[in-house]
């Protein structure tokens, strides 16, 4: 195991069967870090290159973080655990399709290097939830502001009674 180089040479890495980690920070990931709130926590990267049935470039990697986002319900924070994995098969045609059983995503006619980074972002994207919430029934900001609203009216009951 060795740090991952910035840049993703597809060919060359996956011919040499190369296997990278590396602990990354959310902030050295522009895209996430607008989304997390806890941009020094640790994201742990592991990526394994191989070629498939001899033609097709693979790339099988895992990824651990912990992600603090606003809650769609109550609008706190909450932390979710994410660890995204996944077997990407890099085609060339449409018919080197069949050289990769079903556990294969596949990308079609990709960069021969594209940018790490990039790379990593768009495998967490797809993987922080579109509406995060608690796991337990956290009360609604909605009936929150509810409630709210009816502590205004607090006051005049306060003034009746006083009038009675
Ligand atoms: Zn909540």
């Known amino acids: 195991m060795q740090g991952i180089p910035d840049i993703i040479k597809l060919f060359s890495f996956a011919k040499k069967g190369l296997n990278f980690s590396h602990t990354y920070q959310v902030k050295d990931f522009p895209r996430i870090k607008k989304l997390l709130s ?48 996944f077997k990407l098969g890099f085609l060339k045609n449409e018919q080197q399709k069949e050289k990769l059983d079903s556990s294969f995503e596949t990308i079609l006619n990709a960069d021969k290097a594209f940018s790490t980074i990039e790379f990593i972002t768009d495998e967490l994207l797809i993987s922080i939830p579109m509406s995060p919430m608690h796991p337990y029934k956290c009360q609604s900001y909605q009936d929150k502001e509810w409630i709210n609203s009816q502590d205004k009216y607090h006051p005049f009951a306060t003034l009746k009674q006083l009038k009675d």
Do not use: M, T, W
């Not at 973080?65 to 932390?79: F, G, K, P």
């Open 38 to 85: 806890n941009i020094d926590d640790k994201v742990k990267v592991e990526l394994s290159f191989y070629i498939k049935n001899n033609v097709v470039p693979c790339i099988k990697g895992s990824i651990q973080l912990s992600a603090i986002v606003d809650c769609q319900r109550c609008l706190n924070e909450v932390n979710i655990h994410l660890s995204p994995s």
